[in-house]
């Protein structure tokens, strides 16, 4: 019943754009906070960034500060991840969750989860 599906992924050169989406569907999403995390193959999960409910406070890894920006739209119960300037890096399969107690975060992998989308950027 719980639905998280992201979308927007792709293959991309370094240095292009790419924009994720996340639409929700079977729970409270104006009262979730929303993360997005990133994994590459043999490696572990890894938090990317993060908005808060109220869709004012944001987070976001050392590694794509300055260059990702999550974003929602409570309207459309969906969330966004811009990517802009990428590197190959970012090569990785990009989940969207929602928790409704906590900002997601390394090490806490609680929450809704989505499938995810796959991001591969050539060098």
């Known amino acids: 019943q719980v639905q998280l599906v992201e979308s927007g992924g792709g293959y991309v050169q370094t240095g292009g754009s790419l924009r994720l989406s996340c639409t929700c569907s079977?729970?409270?999403?104006?009262?979730?906070?929303m993360g997005w995390f990133r994994q590459a193959p043999g490696k572990e999960r890894k938090f990317v960034a993060a908005i808060t409910w109220t869709n004012i406070d944001t987070y976001y890894a050392d590694s794509v500060k300055g260059r990702f920006t999550i974003s929602r739209d409570d309207a459309k119960s969906t969330v966004y991840l811009q990517m802009n300037n990428l590197k190959p890096d970012d090569t990785a399969i990009y989940y969207c969750?929602?928790?409704?107690?906590?900002?997601?975060?390394?090490?806490?992998?609680?929450?809704?989860w989505g499938r995810g989308t796959q991001v591969t950027v050539s060098s």
């Open positions: 079977g729970f409270s999403f104006t009262t979730n906070n």
């Open positions: 969750v929602a928790k409704f107690a906590g900002v997601p975060k390394d090490g806490d992998l609680s929450g809704y």
